[in-house]
Nanobody, 126 residues
Framework: QVHLVESGGRWVQTGGSLRLSCEFS????????MRWFRQAPGKEREFVAG????????HYANSVKGRFNISRVNGKNMVYLQMNTLKSEDTAVYYC???????????????????WGRGTQVTVSS
């Protein structure tokens, strides 16, 4: 059974930086592609970033490309999302996702086979 717990969300000033963490519990972490999604108030959940299971490939939403960086440490079962130059439109609940069968690190959609954390709130304002 896979269990994901996000942390690191808080209020941050516009232009600031924040690093989110996701702790993976369960077997075979290194075999899962991992992704971050976010959901802003009144909007649908959207893909933010994904990383391949061997950390050899990453994929980003256009809205965060060049500002966000996803990484993983397989020996620690951890995934990170470094967010820089934050904007007010980055305000959302951020969710960690372990891609199940049919999903990949570059897949922006989700399937019923995916695993999710409960999310961590990021608020960006001046």
């Amino acid at each position: 059974q896979v269990h994901l717990v996000e942390s690191g969300g808080r209020w941050v000033q516009t232009g600031g930086s924040l690093r989110l963490s996701c702790e993976f519990s369960g077997p075979h972490f290194s075999t899962y592609a991992m992704r971050w999604f976010r959901q802003a108030p009144g909007k649908e959940r959207e893909f933010v970033a994904g990383i391949n299971y061997i950390a050899g490939g990453t994929h980003y939403a256009n809205s965060v490309k060049g500002r966000f960086n996803i990484s993983r440490v397989n020996g620690k079962n951890m995934v990170y999302l470094q967010m820089n130059t934050l904007k007010s439109e980055d305000t959302a609940v951020y969710y960690c996702n372990a891609a199940g069968r049919g999903s990949y690190f570059y897949t922006t959609g989700t399937t019923a086979n995916d695993y999710w954390g409960r999310g961590t709130q990021v608020t960006v304002s001046s």
